[in-house]
């Protein structure tokens, strides 16, 4: 089942912050962050893999609380370079082996202005 | 980094052809690849599990019959579309990751596929 994203889009000017959140109704065993410019493949940003873990590098930061199956990732003191479109990914838990692939969400539209 | 690469980038192909997409991880070896498809504005829906060795896993609604996958390497999977019309349409794009489920995945650079 698809992940929810919201907000569907967001309009910022540069400097300012943002965030994205993601949930499911699944029980979850990873969330994905990436980030898609148009005509592109999606740029993996991170993972998160346990409840309450959070992580983050330059300015860009995201948790995963596992008793709610939600995420959210954090844009701070935006760029211009950070336009784009957001998708969190799911994995979901399995008790067999194999690998599983990701449900992403519909996305969130970011638009940076200067 | 792991490194994916997909080719080709774009391809218009004739209705009722077949197409052949290449996906590649060039610096490690995966016995899973995942083939996805991107409609414009749309988010990624994985299509199917190509696995090295084995037949694909198809996500439901997806014909095995017209999206031949093989996986004949640890470091080489293809997509075929075959008599492609225009509805198919759409972005193509593969994933592998260099790791367990405690890593990301990579993708590859994705294909243009238009029918006309």
């Known amino acids: 089942q698809q992940p929810v994203q919201s907000p569907q889009a967001v309009i910022l000017r540069e400097g300012e912050d943002a965030v994205i959140n993601c949930s499911s109704s699944?029980?979850?065993?990873?969330v994905h962050w990436y980030r898609q410019k148009h005509g592109e493949a999606p740029v993996f940003l991170m993972i998160?893999?346990?409840?309450?873990e959070q992580k983050g590098h330059e300015k860009i930061s995201a948790s995963f609380n596992e008793k709610k199956q939600q995420s959210s990732l954090y844009l701070t003191a935006s760029q211009l370079s950070y336009s784009g479109t957001y998708f969190c990914?799911?994995?979901?838990?399995?008790?067999?082996?194999?690998?599983?692939?990701?449900?992403f969400g519909k996305g969130t539209h970011l638009i940076i202005q200067p | 980094g792991a490194v994916v690469s997909q080719h080709p980038s774009w391809v218009i192909c004739k209705s009722g052809t077949s197409v052949k997409i290449e996906c590649r991880s060039l610096?490690?070896?995966?016995?899973?690849m995942f083939w996805y498809r991107q409609f414009p504005k749309q988010s990624l829906m994985l299509m199917a599990t190509?696995?090295?060795?084995?037949?694909?896993?198809?996500e439901q609604g997806v014909e095995k019959d017209k999206f031949l996958i093989n996986h004949a390497s640890l470091t080489l999977s293809t997509l075929t579309v075959t008599s492609a019309h225009p509805e198919d349409s759409s972005f193509y794009i593969c994933?592998?990751?260099?790791?367990?489920?405690?890593?990301?995945?990579?993708f590859g650079s994705g294909t243009r596929l238009t029918v006309v």
């Open positions: 610096d490690f070896q995966a016995t899973t």
């Open positions: 998160l893999l346990k409840g309450g």
């Open positions: 990914g799911t994995e979901r838990m399995y008790s067999g082996g194999g690998a599983d692939g990701l449900t």
């Open positions: 994933s592998a990751r260099d790791g367990g489920r405690g890593y990301g995945y990579t």
């Open positions: 699944k029980a979850l065993y990873s």
């Open positions: 190509s696995n090295e060795g084995s037949k694909a896993t198809y």
